[in-house]
């Protein structure tokens, strides 16, 4: 039987609203909406709501999407039309092509996500909330002025620009398998920010190409963000054990070091084994792990989405993800109620014991032991160059 209580001594905040999921990037696209669905589906379904604040965010407005965005790019955006747009607008704004399609209520879309990731943070920020999630968010990927890789607004960045007003230290975690691009360049010179990704490499033969471990931020020693930027590249099926070690020892390195005073964990679920574009093995119970890490150093803590691409798992790394933010993991019930509708999207699967398990073709390691404390010792370097 369900044993879910609200958590006492926090108060956790869940922001999101149904408008999103309905829109559609197109057939063929792997960046399903719908994915956030089924992931209500399970949270509720267990009755994790109960257990936190529940907000249905509003939409972001221009004046907050301009913290980061240019006017231009923003114009264009609410204008762009499910029409070929105009040569010059595809090579200035990197909009309407296969990775950005222009869709039915796009610029809907990019302020509703926007809009649930700044009130999170400000929940945060007037300590009204410990922990805040917005699933719909995560999209690291967005410039000031070029949509990239399924993302157009970064909420991210919004989200960050808001805690900034309070907090005087930042910690950004990216466990999407993409680099968090975005995020990073956005605070490339600033020492408020240290940015932190994990992901796959190898150049130009991975999204977005970018990432090594030896981009650290800006050359110069004059930059405030010198050595600000951390970059954890790994190769194909990295699993559990190695990416959980590697995650909490990173992680505690970053913050004895920089002494964040607020936390933003971007949980792309693309990271998880078996998904459509991604590379790792990593299990819902590792991805989990990293969250659970995070919860640990009592810090506020903004959750936010990302990638994800085989929509189950995604969901249910979530919905653990959000068991994990109220305490009552381990507690679940494992089987869904019989009596959810959302079982149904779930029914085609051979093997479904709990949440926790995924399905997914293991994939051969390519990371050795030597190659991850490399990676831990090079970091550990350029940690010597930070302060708080
Ligand atoms: O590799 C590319 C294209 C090729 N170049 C022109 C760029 N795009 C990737 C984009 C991946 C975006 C990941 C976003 C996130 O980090 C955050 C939400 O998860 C790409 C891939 C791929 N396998 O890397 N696009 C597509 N696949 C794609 C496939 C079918 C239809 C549309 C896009
Ligand atoms: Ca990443
Ligand atoms: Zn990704």
């Known amino acids: 039987e369900n044993d879910i209580t609200r958590p006492k001594g926090y108060t ?124 719909s968010g995560g999209l690291h990927h967005a410039k000031k002025a070029e949509a990239s890789g399924f993302c157009y607004v970064n909420d991210i960045v919004l989200a960050i620009v808001q805690l900034l007003r309070k907090h005087p230290r930042v910690l950004y975690i990216d466990i999407d398998v993409h680099h968090g691009d975005g995020v990073e360049e956005a605070f490339w010179s600033t020492d408020r920010v240290l940015t932190l990704s994990i992901h796959k490499y190898d150049g130009m033969n991975f999204f977005p190409g970018t990432g090594d471990l030896d981009r650290t931020g800006p050359d110069s020693e004059e930059n405030p963000g010198a050595h600000h930027a951390i970059n954890v590249p790994l190769s194909d099926g990295i699993g559990d054990q190695q990416y959980v070690w590697l995650f909490k020892t990173i992680v505690g390195m970053c913050v004895q070091r920089f002494q964040p005073t607020a936390i933003v964990l971007q949980c792309g679920a693309d990271s998880l084994a078996g998904d459509r574009l991604g590379r790792f093995n990593v299990q819902v119970q590792g991805h989990g792990a990293c969250v659970t890490y995070c919860k640990s150093l009592g810090i506020p803590l903004l959750l936010v989405g990302g990638g994800g691409y085989t929509p189950r798992n995604v969901a249910r790394a979530w919905a653990h993800e959000t068991s994990i933010a109220i305490g009552c993991d381990g507690k679940l019930n494992p089987i869904i109620p019989q009596h959810t509708p959302y079982r149904s999207h779930f029914r085609h699967e051979t093997i479904f014991p709990t949440l926790e398990e995924i399905l997914g073709d293991p994939r051969g390691n390519k990371n050795t032991d030597k190659k991850i404390r490399e990676i831990v010792s090079s970091i550990t370097e350029q940690l010597r160059f930070v302060n708080n």
């Open 12 to 135: 956790v905040s869940w922001h999101s609203n149904p408008e999103i999921e309905k829109h559609h990037f197109g057939h063929a696209h792997p960046m399903k909406p719908w994915r956030l669905t089924l992931a209500k589906g399970l949270i509720m379904a267990y009755g994790m709501h109960a257990a936190m604040d529940t907000y249905v965010s509003r939409p972001a407005t221009k004046e907050e999407l301009e913290d980061f965005h240019s006017e231009e790019y923003l114009d264009y955006l609410k204008s762009a039309l499910v029409t070929v747009p105009d040569d010059n607008e595809i090579k200035d704004f990197n909009l309407g092509n296969t990775d950005c399609p222009i869709f039915e209520g796009l610029f809907n879309y990019c302020s509703m996500y926007s809009g649930a990731s700044i009130d999170a943070a400000r929940k945060l920020c007037n300590n009204e909330s410990d922990i805040a999630i917005n699933w």
